[in-house]
């Protein structure tokens, strides 16, 4: 791991907490599993906001659902979900808010295979 990519803490983007690094297991290994030469590291995609995560905290409590980046279609652009939160979206339709939840998100995106970048356009 770079020192540049160790900072102090990290702001988890599901509770909005910072975390100390000894509370983020599941992001280090994240980090160790998807290096690539070609995209900034996983921690420093986490740290400047562009990542998918959430904190030891969100995981254990079931806030998120944590993903199985292997079985999605992220298409080596971008990072893959490594977790999936609850997502209040706007129909184009009809203008109402309605909820894409992390269990649709798992579905979305590991079973149906849709790529990372869509989402759904309008309510159900």
């Not at 540049?4 to 000894?22: G, H």
């Not at 292997?70 to 298409?75: G, L, S």
């Amino acid at each position: 791991m770079k020192e540049e990519d160790l900072y102090d803490s990290y702001r988890c983007p599901n509770c909005n907490l910072s975390r100390k690094l000894n509370e983020l297991t599941h992001l280090f290994k994240w980090n160790e599993q998807f290096k690539s030469p070609y995209m900034i590291s996983v921690l420093a995609a986490a740290r400047q906001g562009h990542l998918k995560w959430a904190c030891d905290d969100c995981i254990k409590s079931e806030k998120v659902i944590v993903g199985k980046p292997e079985e999605q279609d992220w298409n080596g652009i971008t990072y893959p979900f490594f977790t999936h939160n609850d997502e209040t979206l706007e129909c184009q339709t009809c203008r109402c808010m309605f909820e894409f939840s992390k269990e649709e998100k798992k579905f979305w995106y590991e079973d149906l295979k849709f790529i990372v970048w869509s989402y759904p356009k309008n309510c159900p």
